[in-house]
C-alpha cells in the first residue's frame, strides 16, 4: 500500500493543505502551491500517467510534489490495526481499518494512506477546508465562554490543541422522480339563518402528477462515528464541491467509509419518497382539509457520490466516564457541541443566589 508525503519542490518540506489559500503550503519556506502548478513542473510525467490511465499528477513513482514509500503488510481487517513506514523517518504509523490520512507520531510528517482510497474506495468528491485551525481555536474559546458551568480542564490550553481537523465519509444523494398522488380534500362553509347554523361539506377528489427534484441528501457513511457530531454541524455549501484530490488530506486526518450505499440506500429511499409527496402535496391549496389516499413515485435519475466533508473536532472524558463531543463545520464555521457540566460550580452558583436572595429577604422584611 502506498503510504504518500506531499513534499514542497522549492526546499523538500511537508506541504500541507492550507484552508485559507485553498493551496499547498509549505510550513519550512512558505511557498504556496495550487494543484495546477504542481502538475505543471512534471508536464512530460503528468502526460504519460494520463495515457496510462491514471489520475493526472500521478506517475508510477507517486504524484508530483509527492514522495512514496510502500508498505506490505496489506489491509487491515475490520477493527485490526496495521502499520506503515512514514516516508521521511522510517518509523512505524498505526492505524485502524478506516484511516486514510494521519501524522507520524515521531516527525509529525503528514502522510496519506493512498491504498485506503483507491478504487471503489476512491472519493467522488470533496469540501475542502476553509477554516484554519486558529480561526477553529478561536471559534472553540467564543463558544465555551458563553457556558458558565463547563469544567475548566475541558478549555485549558492543553485540550485547545488537541482540537483536529478531520475529513468524514459522507453517502451524497441526487434524485429526480416522476411521481403521481391522489388525495382526498374537504371544503367546509358555515353560516347563520336566524338561530339556525348550517354547514356545508363539499368533497373532492384531488390527483396531481410532476416531476420532483431532490438534492443534497446525505447520510452518514463511517460506523465509528459519533452520530450526533456528524449531523449537529450540517448543512454544507453543497456547490462548493471539489473534484477528490489526494493532496486536500494533507495536513488533516481523514476516515475511509465501512458503510457501504446498499446499507444506507433503503432509507435514503425512503427520504426522497417523502419528500417528493410533500413537495407534490403543496401544490393542493384552497382546501379546509387534505388526506393523502396514495401516492407512487419512480426515480427518473439517481445520483450517487461518495464524499469527504471536514469537521474540526474535540473530545473529552468526563469524570463520570461519558466522552463529551464539540465539533465545528469546516466550511462554515456552524459548531456542535455536547458538553461536560462542573456540578461542584453550578452548586457553588445556585447557593451563591440562594444566600442573596435570603440577605435580601431579611433586608427587605427589616424596613417593612
Known amino acids: ?61 507517486g504524484p508530483a510534489g509527492q514522495t512514496e514509500a510502500r508498505d506490505e503488510s496489506g489491509e487491515a481487517h475490520d477493527g ?17 481499518a478506516t484511516t486514510a490520512a494521519a501524522f507520524c507520531y515521531y516527525c509529525h510528517n503528514p502522510v496519506v494512506l493512498s491504498g485506503r482510497l483507491e478504487g471503489k474506495y476512491l472519493p467522488d468528491k470533496v469540501i475542502p477546508f476553509s477554516i484554519t485551525r486558529e480561526a477553529a481555536r478561536k471559534g472553540f474559546q467564543e463558544y465555551i465562554s458563553k457556558k458558565k458551568f463547563v469544567p475548566k480542564a475541558f478549555f485549558n490550553k492543553k485540550q485547545i490543541e488537541s482540537l483536529t481537523g478531520v475529513y468524514f465519509p459522507y453517502w451524497h444523494y441526487h434524485a429526480v422522480l416522476d411521481g403521481k398522488l391522489q388525495a382526498d380534500a374537504r371544503r367546509l362553509r358555515v353560516w347563520r339563518v336566524g338561530d339556525m347554523e348550517y354547514t356545508e361539506t363539499k368533497h373532492y377528489s384531488v390527483s396531481r402528477e410532476g416531476q420532483a427534484e431532490l438534492d443534497n441528501l446525505t447520510e452518514n457513511a463511517l460506523k465509528k462515528a459519533n452520530s450526533k457530531l456528524a449531523a449537529g454541524v450540517m448543512p454544507y455549501e453543497f456547490e462548493k464541491m471539489q473534484d477528490f ?124
Open 80 to 96: 485490526e490495526a496495521v502499520s506503515y513506514t512514514c516516508p521521511s523517518c522510517g518509523a512505524q504509523i498505526v492505524t485502524d
Open 1 to 61: 500500500m502506498a503510504v504518500i508525503s506531499f513534499k514542497c519542490p522549492n526546499c523538500d518540506g511537508e506541504l500541507i493543505f492550507d484552508p485559507s489559500s485553498q493551496k499547498y503550503k509549505c510550513e519550512y519556506c512558505a511557498s504556496l502551491f495550487s494543484q495546477e502548478e504542481l502538475d505543471a513542473m512534471r508536464p512530460g510525467q503528468t502526460k504519460e500517467a494520463e495515457a496510462n490511465g491514471q489520475e493526472p499528477g500521478t506517475t508510477e513513482d
Open 245 to 368: 484530490q489526494m493532496g486536500y488530506l494533507s495536513g488533516f486526518l481523514a476516515e475511509r467509509r465501512d458503510i457501504e450505499r446498499q446499507e444506507v440506500e433503503g432509507r435514503m429511499q425512503g427520504e426522497m419518497r417523502s419528500g417528493a409527496e410533500r413537495l407534490l402535496r403543496e401544490t393542493i391549496t384552497g382546501y379546509d382539509s387534505v388526506s393523502v389516499r396514495n401516492s407512487g413515485f419512480t426515480p427518473e435519475k439517481e445520483d450517487w457520490s461518495y464524499v469527504l466533508f471536514p469537521v474540526w473536532t474535540l473530545t473529552y472524558k468526563g469524570k463520570n466516564g461519558k466522552i463529551y463531543y464539540y465539533s465545528m463545520n469546516g466550511q462554515t464555521g456552524k459548531v456542535y457541541g455536547e458538553l461536560p457540566v462542573d456540578y461542584g460550580k453550578a452548586a457553588a452558583v445556585s447557593g451563591i443566589l440562594a444566600a442573596v436572595v435570603l440577605i435580601l429577604g431579611l433586608i427587605g422584611g427589616y424596613f417593612l
